[in-house]
């Protein structure tokens, strides 16, 4: 039987800076690049970095290694004797994204048959990724990995960087070491990437009712049409209770798909039947913003072989690339249903400029590497019951956060790490973690003690720990001293990202002789406040804007100010507001006292 395993580090989640005001609905194919217009300049094109390669070092070597290794195993009394020891593998892989002067050239001359007056203004600037390694080939029961470990994030601009690694049992690590000795190995590269951008305005209307699209959705979990957990009971109030369902992105769209089938999700389009289907992973994305909280799925680490098989048929066909889709349409990311829910319509006008993502995936072979086999840089093989090797690297991961938000949120991070040995020796090591560090190691750091008189293997894998978060805005958050035994110390930000989209209604805002919408968001880091800033303007009919901010991991709610300007130079203010909702609807003007 051939198994297929899809090794994938599921990592970065948003990009810091405004979204680059890209047109989603005209992608252009000029050589070998996709091409994206700008909202409002049809010269300028942005490309995508779409070609992923083997990274290589300032020698030109690749960036990769192979290490094949074996420990002593005892047979048990009455056992025959154990003439195999126990073992496994490590690959370690360094992956960048970047397009060569040659085919950006290419795609110059071809954009120019197309529009003479293009013009290629530099790359897209990915929101998110993920990326792992993918590989297939036979193995008795499926045997090929116990685990994968993730030591990076994405690379999500054009030259950047990112490493991988995996750890194979015996038999996986035996079997991709004879398939590195071909000039195509059974092991590649694949990413999924998510782009912000824009949809033209289209004359469309998505109308859906909250009670009609909870209790539909309950009741097909109930069923067994997709998701897990168990369905929350609601008791006329808006807060769920019980388990959170959660969906896979292809399971959530199947919901809505059923429901928009039933008549329960209606979009009603002006002319043309043309381009329904974009209209409907529209209304799916908007409604799947507002009703769940959406995540990274969760980490292969964390899954079985089973899950990790399923996971893996699911999101490939047959090993080809993917058109570009939504975020509901694969398994990129997980839907957790909200336990505050929205009551009333849902209604939103598509005839303005709206704010989307795209999901883009593509794969690319790791290359030949065959001829660096000898070479024990590369490829090497140890027995790890001789005390040369017994050494313990400790690697630091930053988790969810990628090189733009160093420019963005964060100075630096500090990790302190404590070994205590046997013999009474102590190791410190450190590492300091910057946006040029974070760049130019693809966010792979560690740390490493050796073997000191430590005779208790388990009392050796022990060590202590220490983080320092340094933020802009002189804002410093030190961590606890922890004690671990694991190989990876993952470095999770005490402040999360969020995102608040804002979207206005073109026909309520005429109707209210609003001329420009103006919004503040607030939020804020350690005792310091701090404010982001959007506009609506319905005359340029630029309606839908978001807003990307940091704040505690336990905080879930921010507050907004709105200030509309009317006709006769009137203005209206909704004073300081709390909100927890990732999208808000702003075109409806307080009462007057």
């Given at each position: 039987?051939?198994?297929?395993?899809?090794?994938?580090?599921?990592?970065?989640?948003?990009?810091?800076?405004?979204?680059?005001?890209?047109?989603?609905?005209?992608?252009t194919?000029?050589?070998?690049?996709?091409?994206?217009?700008?909202?409002?300049?049809?010269?300028?094109?942005?490309?995508?970095?779409?070609?992923?390669?083997?990274?290589?070092?300032?020698?030109g070597?690749?960036?990769?290694?192979?290490l094949?290794?074996?420990?002593?195993a005892?047979?048990?009394?009455?056992?025959?004797?154990?003439?195999?020891?126990?073992?496994?593998?490590?690959v370690?892989?360094?992956?960048?994204?970047?397009?060569?002067?040659?085919?950006?050239?290419?795609?110059?001359?071809?954009l120019r048959?197309?529009?003479?007056?293009?013009?290629?203004?530099?790359?897209?600037?990915?929101k998110?990724?993920?990326?792992?390694?993918?590989?297939?080939?036979?193995?008795?029961?499926?045997?090929?990995?116990?685990?994968?470990?993730?030591?990076?994030?994405?690379?999500?601009?054009?030259?950047?960087?990112?490493?991988?690694?995996?750890?194979?049992?015996?038999?996986?690590?035996?079997?991709?070491?004879?398939?590195?000795?071909?000039?195509?190995?059974?092991?590649?590269?694949?990413f999924?990437?998510?782009?912000?951008?824009?949809?033209?305005?289209?004359?469309?209307?998505?109308?859906?009712?909250?009670?009609?699209?909870?209790?539909?959705?309950?009741?097909?979990?109930?069923?067994?049409?997709?998701?897990?957990?168990?369905?929350?009971?609601?008791?006329?109030?808006?807060?769920?209770?019980?388990?959170?369902?959660?969906?896979?992105?292809?399971?959530?769209?199947?919901?809505?798909?059923?429901l928009?089938?039933?008549?329960?999700?209606?979009?009603?389009?002006?002319?043309?039947?043309?381009?329904?289907?974009?209209l409907?992973?529209?209304?799916?994305?908007?409604?799947?913003?507002?009703?769940?909280?959406?995540?990274?799925?969760?980490?292969?680490?964390?899954?079985?072989?089973?899950?990790?098989?399923?996971?893996?048929?699911?999101?490939?066909?047959?090993?080809?690339?993917?058109?570009?889709?939504?975020?509901?349409?694969?398994?990129?990311?997980?839907?957790?249903?909200?336990?505050?829910?929205r009551?009333?319509?849902?209604?939103?006008?598509l005839?303005?400029?709206?704010?989307?993502?795209?999901?883009?995936?593509?794969?690319?072979?790791?290359?030949?590497?065959?001829?660096?086999?000898?070479?024990?840089?590369y490829?090497?093989?140890?027995?790890?019951?001789?005390?040369?090797?017994?050494?313990?690297?400790?690697?630091?991961?930053?988790?969810?956060?990628?090189?733009?938000?160093?420019?963005?949120?964060?100075n630096?991070v500090?990790?302190?790490?404590?070994?205590?040995?046997?013999?009474?020796?102590?190791?410190?090591?450190e590492v300091?973690?910057?946006?040029?560090?974070?760049?130019?190691?693809?966010?792979?750091?560690?740390?490493?003690?050796?073997?000191?008189?430590?005779?208790?293997?388990?009392?050796?894998?022990?060590?202590?720990?220490?983080?320092?978060?340094?933020?802009?805005?002189?804002?410093?958050?030190?961590?606890?001293?922890?004690?671990?035994?694991?190989?990876?110390?993952?470095?999770?930000?005490?402040?999360?990202?969020?995102?608040?989209?804002?979207?206005?209604d073109?026909?309520?805002?005429?109707d209210?002789?609003?001329?420009?919408?103006?919004?503040?968001?607030?939020?804020?880091?350690?005792?310091?406040?701090?404010?982001?800033?959007?506009?609506l303007?319905?005359?340029?009919?630029?309606?839908?804007?978001?807003?990307?901010f940091?704040?505690?991991?336990?905080?879930?709610?921010?507050?907004?100010e709105?200030?509309?300007?009317?006709?006769?130079n009137r203005?209206?203010?909704s004073?300081?507001?709390?909100?927890?909702?990732?999208?808000?609807?702003?075109?409806?003007?307080?009462e007057?006292e």
């Open positions: 039987m051939k198994y297929v395993m899809v090794f994938t580090i599921f990592l970065g989640w948003f990009f810091t800076a405004d979204a680059q005001r890209i047109i989603l609905d005209l992608p194919k000029a050589g070998e690049l996709t091409l994206f217009p700008e909202v409002g300049n049809d010269k300028n094109y942005y490309y995508v970095a779409d070609k992923a390669r083997l990274a290589v070092d300032e020698s070597n690749p960036r990769f290694s192979f094949r290794y074996v420990t002593n005892t047979s048990e009394p009455g056992e025959t004797d154990n003439t195999r020891g126990e073992g496994g593998g490590i370690h892989a360094v992956v960048s994204l970047a397009v060569s002067d040659e085919q950006l050239e290419e795609a110059r001359r071809e048959q197309v529009n003479p007056d293009g013009e290629i203004i530099g790359p897209v600037i990915f998110s990724g993920t990326f792992g390694l993918v590989s297939s080939f036979t193995g008795e029961n499926g045997e090929l990995s116990s685990q994968v470990v993730g030591l990076g994030q994405a690379p999500i601009l054009d030259g950047q960087q990112a490493a991988v690694s995996m750890h194979l049992t015996r038999l996986g690590a035996t079997l991709l070491w004879n398939s590195f000795q071909t000039s195509t190995p059974d092991i590649s590269f694949s999924n990437m998510t782009m912000d951008g824009y949809r033209l305005p289209k004359e469309a209307v998505i109308e859906a009712n909250f009670e009609d699209l909870y209790e539909s959705m309950e009741f097909g979990l109930q069923a067994g049409v997709g998701g897990t957990g168990s369905a929350a009971a609601t008791d006329g109030s808006s807060e769920a209770r019980g388990t959170v369902p959660v969906y896979f992105g292809a399971d959530l769209k199947a919901q809505f798909e059923k928009h089938r039933d008549g329960k999700i209606k979009v009603t389009q002006i002319g043309s039947d043309e381009g329904m289907d974009k409907l992973e529209l209304a799916y994305t908007k409604l799947a913003d507002i009703m769940f909280d959406r995540t990274e799925a969760q980490s292969t680490s964390q899954m079985n072989p089973e899950q990790m098989m399923a996971l893996a048929n699911r999101g490939r066909s047959g090993g080809e690339a993917q058109q570009p889709s939504s975020p509901v349409s694969g398994i990129t990311f997980s839907f957790s249903m909200k336990q505050k829910r009551t009333g319509t849902f209604r939103m006008d005839n303005k400029w709206t704010t989307d993502e795209l999901v883009m995936r593509f794969d690319e072979n790791i290359g030949n590497l065959s001829r660096f086999q000898g070479n024990p840089q490829f090497h093989q140890i027995n790890t019951d001789d005390e040369l090797y017994r050494q313990r690297e400790v690697f630091a991961v930053v988790d969810g956060y990628n090189a733009a938000d160093f420019a963005e949120y964060i630096f500090t990790v302190r790490l404590k070994k205590e040995h046997a013999n009474g020796e102590v190791t410190h090591e300091v973690i910057d946006r040029e560090k974070f760049s130019k190691k693809g966010n792979n750091f560690s740390m490493v003690y050796g073997w000191k008189g430590d005779d208790n293997r388990n009392d050796w894998m022990e060590y202590d720990h220490e983080v320092l978060w340094s933020f802009f805005g002189d804002v410093e958050v030190a961590e606890p001293l922890k004690t671990s035994s694991f190989n990876a110390i993952n470095l999770a930000p005490p402040y999360a990202k969020r995102e608040v989209e804002f979207q206005a073109p026909t309520f805002l005429e209210q002789e609003v001329r420009l919408v103006n919004v503040k968001l607030y939020y804020t880091m350690g005792e310091k406040e701090f404010f982001k800033a959007i506009s303007n319905p005359s340029r009919n630029q309606l839908s804007e978001k807003i990307l940091v704040a505690p991991t336990d905080v879930g709610e921010y507050e907004y709105v200030t509309w300007r009317l006709r006769g203005v209206v203010s004073g300081r507001l709390t909100a927890s909702d990732n999208v808000l609807f702003v075109d409806e003007l307080p007057e």
